[in-house]
């Protein structure tokens, strides 16, 4: 069978790509073309030097996994392991999905011969075959995952917490969203969002009813007392979700979280509470978002 370099780089190119963006899009991370454009041609350019080298089968697995890290750190530049794993999790998933579905295209449609070289699967199908391949996988990756999201039910996903502050305490309804990942920048301590009526009774008013002109800078409605209380405690939380691009959140350092699910009882020490001067809920059934990682 003639094997074309060409032909190799450019279906390895296509695919990688496909499944990168693909990644992104499930993962919600920040796509870049050029970026994914860049580990597509490092995982095609293996290919073709993998294709002419034997190795036994542990330098083959060990060799994948250090392209697939290296091709999703091109591709996203995740900022610590959590990220880095996620993403790798995904990668593989919709790696196998698309394999899957376009191995099962060139089988139905039986268009030439296929065989594997050195664990390269080559053929002479066309790229026609590849491409309808891709659609199937994507077509499938889309309602797959719109089909498990249908599954979770925002009442299974309602717990209730408990906000602690100065020795005051108050327990509201929160939603567990899984598109949460609200992190304070430098301390990496999660975050919770809060509407900021629902803090009236055990943060002073003056912080809540001025919320915007903190945010700018601007403390002259702060007395002194306040600030020599809550200063410290106050962070700036960039956040890009609740209908504004490239917003800001008036971040609170919280004494501790009790989130209360069913029986269990979990203590977070570690938590800032993002004020929202806004409703969350339109039905008010809730009053806060909670990360899926603080359950």
Do not use: W
Request: aromatic content about 10%; overall charge positive; charged content about 20%.
């Amino acid at each position: 069978m003639t094997v074309y370099v060409d032909e190799i780089l450019l279906e390895n190119f296509i695919l990688n790509f496909i499944i990168l963006y693909a990644t992104g899009l499930i993962s919600k991370s920040r796509i870049r073309f050029f970026k994914i454009a860049l580990g597509s041609i490092i995982g095609s350019v293996y290919t073709l030097i993998y294709y002419n080298f034997q190795s036994n089968i542990y330098i083959n697995i060990i060799s994948k996994i250090i392209l697939s890290i290296v091709m999703i750190y091109i591709s996203y530049t995740p900022e610590n392991f959590k990220s880095m794993s996620k993403l790798i999790i995904f990668f593989y998933l919709t790696s196998f999905v698309f394999g899957g579905a376009a191995f099962s295209v060139i089988y139905m449609v039986n268009t030439g011969k296929i065989s594997i070289h050195n664990g390269i699967l080559i053929g002479s199908y066309t790229i026609k075959t590849i491409l309808v391949g891709i659609i199937i996988a994507f077509i499938i990756i889309v309602l797959a995952f719109k089909f498990i999201k249908s599954k979770f039910n925002k009442k299974d996903l309602l717990c209730d917490i408990k906000i602690k502050i100065n020795e005051k305490e108050i327990k509201t309804k929160a939603l567990v969203d899984t598109g949460n990942m609200l992190k304070e920048p430098i301390t990496n301590i999660p975050v919770i969002v809060v509407e900021h009526k629902l803090l009236y009774d055990i943060v002073p008013r003056e912080i809540l009813d001025n919320i915007e002109n903190i945010l700018g800078g601007d403390l002259k409605n702060i007395t002194e007392n306040i600030k020599n209380e809550y200063m410290s405690k106050l962070k700036v939380i960039p956040f890009t979700s609740l209908g504004k691009e490239n917003g800001m959140l008036l971040g609170l350092k919280a004494d501790g979280v009790e989130v209360i699910e069913d029986d269990a009882i979990k203590n977070i020490d570690k938590v800032i509470l993002g004020i929202y001067n806004k409703k969350i809920s339109k039905n008010e059934k809730y009053n806060a978002l909670l990360g899926i990682d603080m359950i």
